[in-house]
């Protein structure tokens, strides 16, 4: 049973800080969650993800807290912006525009209903970002049951281009639930490269959806790395509306211990002569949950359709599970679609010449899936922020290698 | 319940045993009323706890059975219809259903093949089959003495001579009811899902096979040659067991469409093999699959899955699915034995308006388990089409392997082809490897065959046999032919 009483009072307290017409609309979504719940399993694409251990928990609204030392993620030559605990340094309010049809409308109209906004940024047309804008979301939590909802936007007028790195860090070990919805529009010919890490604490729950539309000849590049959490689900949702539009979707998900991460994605070819790229590796340490489910639609009327997905996965851990989906929806018949799955071990033979040549067993096998991850890694193109993945992912794998070696 | 009891009973009936026959049915409550004598073969539309002991009842089953079914008939109410299949249809009412009828009315069959449509004889005559067949297949009430029944007995002496147990479900319920009583269910549960659980309770007629230990069938075993019992219903249960060490190759099914008045096919078929056994399982399904705009057809939703109990033990569904108007029909493998081999093999085309979702699972617990799987879809006209498939390996499965091929063709702008292909490894050792692709039929192929003077319906039937030759090489020959000739008739009109 969904606690209402703590969710009411949840709202109660968010009530003084918003205005009147807020107020209806907001208390609107509070009763559409109350009517819709939370996802659980009978629900086909939740099949593998349960949200419902959350409904009883009594959750409060994070406060505000002191911004801890930014040392360890400040990277060079980029525009910083500090999210602490869903409060903006600088307070800035909501852009306009249009909510995409949520993956669950329980999640959706709890994020509506609490929501503060988070990153919020408009490009005029032709403007360049001639920096990265490396966004620092971090949670700073000592007590349970708090919770921080979320909701950024993105949009790049014609020929507007920008890349945004959405860095999500948990920092203590209380219990936590977080929402975060992004709307991306991309105008005719503008170009966006996003990259979200996802590094959150070990007792985290998280729904984080993006939905892009990406309008004529745009194109969009978003990489998804997935470290941390405790149960975790994203929703990332790239639809090609206009022709020649592009849009190249990829990721690692890399849990460990007991972690469930579920990755959802859709890429909608909606007008004709649309390319549309995924690849995405999957790793699963100790008891861990990986799901991913890929799904590519052509509707009818979108002809010459290039698409291509790829899904690798390597379950290393002996109680791990992996589960994958790519799924093809085809309506049109001149369309050039392919996607392939493969679960697999590390290479014998490989490991065998690596030990002939002397390197440890140990050190061997750290390399070779090393290798196979940085099939992901690789795709961020700027330097020191795939330096710093390349690090995280080094320390999350444990063992002897050298980073400044391989970097 | 006096277990001998039928309804041309002469005696007069006790009306105090609630359980009686005629009791039972005129105790029936709803409004459709009861109007059938108790004589005649078919019951009245409806389903409830009454028309499930007037079928067992009618068919003479012993008392465990009767149990069977009834547990399967109380799940099925509690269950809901599953909609998660990527089909459209109306809501089906399982109260207008008849759930027992004799084989065929041949009050409303035709007389004569004069009086059959000349659509259905002209396929007949490009797929080349014999007048006295076409007959039969088009539901004639010709009184079947020809060849096949003197096939049918040099046949049966073979068979028996080999030790292979080859008849229907209720004659071996009778005749062999230790052995059906043991694997009865034992793949399917009487629970397993809506159609199985309707299944269940109400299934009237279908095959049963018993290969004994070591003994290689001598001869492909085919539904075909039963002719009493072809006509076997809507809810066909069949039930294959293969013991150690034996062979076993089974065809279900027939190239030529059917005349079919049933709208819903609910089937359950069940396969068991034991250590070292190896069973085939090919099907061709050429039902009714409606007119061009959708109207009439038939609803296949078929559960069928194979056990692979034994160790180095082998099932291998192979299918050729053209009729319907909607398919859901999920083929497939338990490896639960270490080193068994679980295959399947399917070409699925969809014309006109027909739906099809289908695919197979392999379900992977023994080490060492191996698995195929190939799938061809095409799609013409506004036929929709999905792969749904599931490759599922438990942390016992020591070194499992599956491979994956799921290829569609499309035929026109207006059809669809779908994959969902699910994977869940729970085992390190695994190695899985799952490719799909979608086209349509290249214009270089087509301009080529055209430029070698090949009219184009049959430059696109040579291409389509193509991409399903994969498939079509684990028919049998003589199958394999037919399936040919069959996807050619079937996708007349795609093409122009």
């Known amino acids: 049973m969904l606690n209402q009483d703590a969710y009411t009072r949840a709202f109660e307290a968010l009530l003084p800080s918003l205005s009147g017409s807020e107020r209806d609309t907001r208390s609107a979504q509070l009763q559409r969650f109350f009517s819709a719940g939370l996802p659980n399993r009978s629900i086909e694409t939740f099949k593998y993800s349960d949200f419902t251990a959350l409904a009883e928990g009594a959750f409060a609204l994070a406060l505000k807290a002191p911004s801890p030392s930014l040392d360890a993620w400040t990277l060079p030559d980029c525009t910083q912006q500090l999210l602490i605990n869903g409060h903006a340094a600088t307070p800035t309010a909501a852009l306009d525009g249009p909510i995409s049809e949520p993956a669950h409308a329980g999640l959706a109209a709890l994020n509506a209903a609490f929501a503060t906004p988070g990153l919020q940024l408009q490009l005029e047309r032709n403007v360049a970002l001639e920096q990265p804008l490396h966004v620092l979301n971090l949670s700073v939590l000592d007590t349970p049951a708090k919770m921080i909802h979320l909701r950024h936007r993105i949009r790049l007028e014609a020929g507007a281009s920008a890349t945004v790195v959405l860095h999500d860090i948990g920092l203590g070990d209380a219990e936590r639930w977080i929402t975060q919805t992004l709307e991306i529009d991309l105008a005719a010919n503008a170009r966006l490269q996003l990259i979200r890490i996802q590094d959150e604490s070990a007792a985290t729950s998280g729904w984080f959806q993006a939905t892009a539309r990406i309008q004529r000849d745009a194109s969009i590049q978003l990489l998804q790395f997935d470290f941390g959490g405790a149960r975790i689900r994203n929703d990332l949702r790239l639809l090609l509306q206009g022709e020649g539009a592009e849009c190249g979707l990829h990721g690692l998900f890399a849990p460990a211990g007991g972690t469930h991460v579920d990755n959802h994605t859709v890429i909608e070819h909606q007008a004709p002569h649309c390319v549309s790229r995924e690849f995405f590796r999957g790793l699963a340490w100790d008891k861990a949950h990986a799901v991913f489910n890929g799904r590519i639609v052509v509707q009818p009327g979108a002809q010459k359709t290039d698409s291509e997905q790829r899904i690798a996965n390597l379950v290393i851990g002996k109680g791990a599970e992996i589960n994958a989906k790519p799924e093809l929806e085809i309506h049109a018949d001149d369309v050039k679609c392919a996607h392939g799955a493969t679960f697999g071990q590390l290479d014998t033979s490989a490991l065998f010449y690596l030990r002939t040549r002397g390197v440890p067993e140990a050190t061997a096998l750290s390399l070779l899936t090393f290798s196979f991850a940085a099939d992901a890694l690789q795709r961020i193109s700027w330097p020191s922020l795939r330096e710093f993945v390349t690090r995280r992912f080094l320390a999350r794998m444990g063992g002897d290698l050298d980073a400044g070696e391989l970097l | ?496």
């Open chain 2, 1 to 496: 319940m006096p277990a001998n009891a039928t309804f041309n009973d002469t005696q007069t009936p006790d009306s105090s045993d609630p359980l009686d026959a005629r009791n039972l049915m005129r105790n029936r409550t709803y409004a459709a009323g009861f109007v059938t004598d108790v004589d005649s073969e078919t019951l009245p539309p409806g389903l409830d706890e009454d028309v499930v002991r007037a079928i067992s009842l009618r068919k003479n089953e012993p008392e465990w059975l009767l149990e069977f079914r009834l547990k399967a008939f109380r799940r099925w109410q509690k269950m809901t219809e599953p909609l998660w299949a990527n089909v459209q249809y109306p809501p089906i009412d399982y109260q207008s259903i008849s759930y027992y009828s004799a084989p065929k009315s041949m009050a409303n069959a035709p007389k004569s093949l004069d009086e059959v449509d000349p659509k259905l004889l002209e396929t007949y005559t490009k797929l080349g089959i014999p007048v006295q067949e076409q007959a039969m297949l088009a539901g004639v009430a010709v009184d079947m003495v020809f060849d096949s029944v003197s096939v049918g007995t040099t046949f049966k002496k073979k068979l028996s001579e080999a030790g292979v147990i080859f008849c229907s479900i209720s004659e071996a319920v009778h005749e062999h009811p230790e052995l059906v009583r043991k694997y009865l269910g034992s793949v399917v549960p009487f629970g397993d899902n809506f159609y199985a659980a309707l299944n269940s309770a109400v299934f009237t007629d279908g095959s049963f096979v018993f290969i004994p230990k070591g003994v290689r069938c001598p001869m492909e075993l085919s539904t075909y040659f039963r002719i009493n019992e072809r006509n076997t219903g809507q809810f066909e249960r069949t039930l294959i067991v293969a013991e150690e060490a034996s062979h076993v190759s089974y065809l279900e099914g027939c190239t030529a469409p059917q005349r079919d008045e049933n709208q819903l096919h609910a089937a359950v078929v069940e396969l068991v093999a034991l250590d070292d056994a190896e069973i085939k399982y090919s099907t061709v399904q050429n039902w009714y699959p409606g007119d061009e705009n959708g109207v009439g057809g038939i609803y296949n939703f078929v559960t069928k899955r194979g056990d692979c109990r034994g160790p180095r033990s082998k099932i291998s569904w192979t299918q050729v699915e053209t009729g319907s108007a909607i398919t859901w029909k999920y083929p497939s493998c338990i490896l639960r034995g270490d080193d068994s081999v679980g295959e399947f093999y399917s070409v699925a085309l969809t014309h006109h308006r027909q739906q099809a979702d289908t695919g197979t699972k392999m379900i992977h617990i023994g080490r060492n388990t191996r698995s195929t799987i190939v799938s061809k879809g095409i799609s013409a006209g506004h036929g929709q089409q999905s792969y749904r498939g599931l490759v599922r390996v438990l942390p016992s499965a020591e070194g499992a392997r599956n491979y994956t091929q799921c290829d569609s063709l499309l035929i026109g702008d207006q059809c669809g082809a779908h994959t969902f292909p699910y994977t869940e490894i729970r085992n390190p050792s695994a190695i899985l490897e799952h490719e799909a692709t979608t086209s349509k039929i290249s214009d270089d192929q087509l301009f080529y065959a055209r430029t070698r003077g090949i009219g184009e319906e049959d430059a696109v039937s040579m291409i389509v046999n193509g991409f399903c030759k994969a498939v079509f090489k684990e028919l049998p020959m003589e199958f394999a032919v037919e399936a040919q000739k069959l996807l050619q008739v079937s996708l007349e009109g795609a093409v122009g």
